[in-house]
């Protein structure tokens, strides 16, 4: 495992945890909050699923 996986890992970790996105930045050290997002905020099938549900609550969909 190499370094950069290790960072990685715990910023894409931190961004898929509920960690504001400018905070994950700052951790990064980037100055470019769309890149931080672009490279480290992976949808998973989790919060898919919880975009889903609130879009069909939003819908009146069961």
Known sequence: MR???ARHARLS????NGVPDTVVSAWAGHS???FT???YVHPDP???RAGSEKLA???GRP
Do not use: F, H, I
């Open 3 to 5: 370094l950069y996986d």
């Open 32 to 34: 470019d909050l769309g």
């Open 13 to 16: 970790w931190m961004a898929n």
């Open 57 to 59: 609550e939003l819908l």
């Open 37 to 39: 997002k672009r490279t």
């Open 46 to 48: 989790q919060s898919l």
